[in-house]
């Protein structure tokens, strides 16, 4: 028996997990744009994300779904990286990602405007 699902917070975790993924990559590319962005807040940002991807991952196959409509939605690389993340059983902790493999994949697999 599958348990029911608020399917309006799900994709609040969607959105705000692709969205915090895009906030941590760019800082991390970016560095010296946002001097408030200290190791703390950082690691809090990082938090934060982890807990929307758990969400997701709580919700099982709807979080899976609702993150797949979301990127078909909003075909950018922070809703791809949320659907990649939870393509798999195994919890990868987002500090332990390569990331330049991270952003290559995003890159090749993004959709393309047409």
């Not at 969205?19 to 010296?32: E, G």
Request: proline content about 4%; aromatic content about 8%.
């Amino acid at each position: 028996m599958n348990t029911p699902i608020l399917k309006e917070i799900v994709r609040q975790h969607a959105e705000m997990a692709a969205f915090l993924w895009t906030v941590y990559d760019y800082h991390l590319l970016h560095p010296d744009e946002n001097p408030d962005m200290d190791e703390e807040r950082v690691e809090r940002l990082l938090e934060r994300l982890e807990a929307h991807l758990d969400g997701l991952r709580v919700a099982g196959e709807d979080g899976r779904t609702i993150a797949r409509e979301q990127y078909e939605q909003f075909p950018e690389g922070g809703e791809l990286f949320v659907c990649r993340m939870l393509a798999t059983d195994r919890r990868i902790a987002i500090a332990e990602l390569k990331l330049d493999n991270v952003r290559r994949y995003l890159t090749a697999n993004s959709v393309k405007p047409l």
